[in-house]
């Protein structure tokens, strides 16, 4: 753990009455760079993974823009409707 997560490790132990290395252990979980991970990691040769939060959030929002794409295709439609019909009651006269 780095001197960031050290000094969050000893405010969580004072806070929950929890012992330093299982607070340590706990917090290196989230992050996988605990202890038992690392040695697991480097018995079977695996390597880890770097999350690219800058990718998956691009995924995110490519998949929300897909499927809001039927919907606003089906309102643009609409509109285009509404205003043929509109246009075709202009050349009527009302007399």
Do not use: H, W, Y
Not at 17 to 46: A, M, P, W, Y
Request: aromatic residues 2%; contains cysteine; glycine residues 10%.
């Amino acid at each position: 753990m780095n001197d960031g997560t050290t000094g969050l490790a000893f405010a969580i132990c004072d806070e929950t009455n929890r012992g330093f290395s299982t607070v340590r252990t706990i917090v290196g979980q989230i992050d996988g760079t605990d202890r038992t991970t690392q040695k697991r990691r480097e018995r079977l040769g695996l390597e880890r993974i770097p999350v690219d939060k800058q990718a998956i959030a691009r995924q995110k929002r490519q998949r929300r823009t897909g499927n809001m794409l039927p919907a606003r295709a089906q309102a643009v439609a609409e509109q285009g409707r509404a205003l043929a019909q509109e246009v075709r009651g202009l050349g009527k006269s009302k007399a």
